[in-house]
């Protein structure tokens, strides 16, 4: 089965910096994927991990250890339409991923 | 362009009626999925088509009935549901379900809503 732990809730000030962590105990392990959701909106597709370390993508990063079980997203400058579920999502065995119950970030000014 | 195209956005159904989800995507993607999302809940793993042929089905009642006509389009056909299945309906789609770069793209979601 999968387990997947997320913070709940997280707030930050504008302009600073905010990691979300993700930890995860699985029986397979394809890949590791962060998602954004804004209220009312579709999941949207923010990164993808699958080797150990850091991807970057302008102001959002994303790291993994696998032998840790454990991934998290960075954001950087945050902007208040940053306010949203962030989705922590593993994909196990035969194309199934599995999503963590998300951190609402709240951005304020 | 990874746009995957759902209708109708919003659908309203009594427990007796027949109604259909539709989704749509001419990205070339060999896997095709439908989530449901209950309010602040993440979204829950209803099925998952790979080339076209269903591969997964996560225990879904029979009330939901998935159909797969063709690469591009997924349906999920609805009858006799109850209130407690109103919520918001995902459908997805990946470029191949055995890649390990296989990105899930979702679309804008159907409401549903059972009276």
């Known amino acids: 089965g999968q387990n997947i732990d997320q913070p709940t809730e997280m707030t930050a000030t504008e302009g600073a910096i905010v990691q979300i962590n993700c930890t995860y105990q699985t029986s397979g392990f394809n890949g590791l994927f962060w998602y954004q959701q804004h209220a009312g909106e579709a999941p949207t597709f923010l990164s993808y991990n699958v080797l150990d370390g850091l991807e970057e993508k302008g102001r959002f990063s994303s790291f993994l250890s696998r032998s840790k079980g454990y991934s998290y997203l960075l954001l950087k400058e945050l902007q208040m339409k940053d306010s949203a579920s962030y989705l922590c999502?593993?994909?196990?065995?035969?194309?199934?991923?599995?999503f963590g119950d998300g951190t609402t970030l709240t951005v304020k000014p | 362009d990874t746009e995957v195209t759902q209708t109708p956005k919003h659908l309203v159904m009594g427990m007796t009626n027949k109604k259909s989800l539709k989704c749509e995507q001419h990205?070339?993607?060999?896997?095709m999925y439908w989530y449901k999302q209950k309010a602040k809940k993440p979204p829950e793993l209803m099925f998952v088509y790979s080339y076209e042929k269903l591969s997964i089905n996560e225990s879904v009642p029979s009330r939901f009935s998935p159909e797969c006509p063709n690469s591009s389009l997924l349906n999920l056909h609805l009858h006799a549901l109850q209130p407690e299945d109103s919520a918001l309906y995902l459908c997805?789609?990946?470029?191949?379900?055995?890649?390990?770069?296989?990105?899930?793209?979702f679309g804008e979601g159907s409401w549903l809503t059972v009276v």
């Open positions: 990205m070339g993607h060999r896997a």
């Open positions: 999502a593993v994909r196990g065995n035969a194309g199934k991923s599995t």
């Open positions: 997805a789609s990946s470029q191949d379900p055995s890649s390990r770069r296989a990105t899930i793209y």
